[in-house]
């Protein structure tokens, strides 16, 4: 498989995961309101405040997982340039959930951390600037620099003595 193929599998596989998490957190939040509604209007001794923090913060918890799957989608689909650096925290927050996070954060990990990543997202450099003048590299696009101006930039200076 080439690499575009494997960045279009990873970001389904954060599409997919991200989908699964918001139905979870959506489940959640529901099973929270409704014991909230049913439980906390007929008890007048029921811990509202307590039960709306718990949920609150289940919630919240919750979403700190989807997030980064959908930021990471976006920018594998959009070919953003630090669509690596969100693939790779989105696989290791998404590693944590099995099977589907799991699934997906590995993937994750074996493509961006791998060498097919580049394939996708390192920019190609255009062909005047692949020449190789004298063992120097490329000229960064300037034709008229030779291999002796370069060598006139880096005069060794004896450094200070500071003793």
Do not use: C
Not at 20 to 28: E, G, N, R
Not at 69 to 92: D, E, L, Q, T
Not at 133 to 141: E, K, L, N, R
Request: aromatic share 18%; net charge negative; hydrophobic share 50%.
């Amino acid at each position: 498989m080439t690499g575009e193929e494997h960045n279009k599998y990873v970001s389904w596989a954060f599409l997919g995961y991200g989908i699964f998490q918001a139905v979870m957190l959506l489940f959640i939040a529901v099973i929270f309101l409704v014991v909230f509604g049913s439980i906390g209007a007929s008890d007048p001794n029921f811990p509202g405040l307590l039960f709306a923090i718990v949920g609150v913060f289940a919630v919240l918890i919750n979403a700190l997982f989807v997030v980064p799957s959908f930021v990471a989608y976006y920018a594998m689909k959009n070919r953003k340039p630090w669509a690596r650096i969100a693939a790779i925290v989105a696989g290791a927050l998404a590693v944590m959930s099995m099977p589907f996070g799991t699934a997906a954060g590995v993937y994750a990990f074996v493509f961006f951390l791998g060498e097919d990543w580049k394939q996708v997202y390192e920019p190609q450099r255009p062909p005047h600037m692949l020449r190789d003048d004298a063992g120097f590299g490329s000229t960064y696009g300037r034709d008229d620099q030779t291999a002796a101006d370069r060598d006139a930039q880096f005069q060794y200076r004896e450094p200070p003595d500071w003793r």
